[in-house]
């Protein structure tokens, strides 16, 4: 069992930045964010495997940066030009999966591993 653990999340505004960070208790192949936004679906934002190959959402490419720093067991997101519609809650997700992709991206809600989430607010 893996436990995962967000911060770094807060309120900024548009054009602005934030960075994400999630701990893990414990190794992970692949590793991403979700988020969520009040009374919206939840949508993938992008992923890292073991490689560190990547693979990010349309809506945040170029924008977002995901990282990891696999001696601390720790994950990253790097946000940069913040837009209103990026405001939601965002999670962190892992599973024991080799590749990062798109379907991953889009499916990182139902990992194995997820954490309880950090709130980014964006305000125009």
């Known amino acids: 069992q893996v436990q995962l653990v967000e911060s770094g999340g807060g309120s900024v505004q548009a054009g602005g930045s934030l960075r994400l960070s999630c701990a893990a208790s414990g190794y992970t192949y692949r590793m991403g964010w979700f988020r969520q936004a009040p009374g919206k679906e939840r949508e993938g934002v992008g992923c890292?495997?073991?490689?560190?190959?990547?693979s990010y959402a349309d809506s945040v490419k170029g924008r977002f940066t995901i990282s990891k720093d696999s001696a601390k067991n720790a994950l990253y997101l790097q946000m940069d030009s913040l837009k209103p519609e990026d405001t939601a809650m965002y999670y962190c997700?892992?599973?024991?999966?080799?590749?990062?992709?798109?379907?991953?991206?889009?499916?990182?809600?139902?990992?194995?591993?997820r954490g309880q989430g950090t709130q980014v607010t964006v305000s125009s």
């Open positions: 997700a892992a599973d024991g999966g080799f590749a990062c992709s798109s379907g991953y991206v889009a499916s990182l809600y139902g990992s194995i591993y």
């Open positions: 890292i495997d073991s490689l560190g190959r990547t």
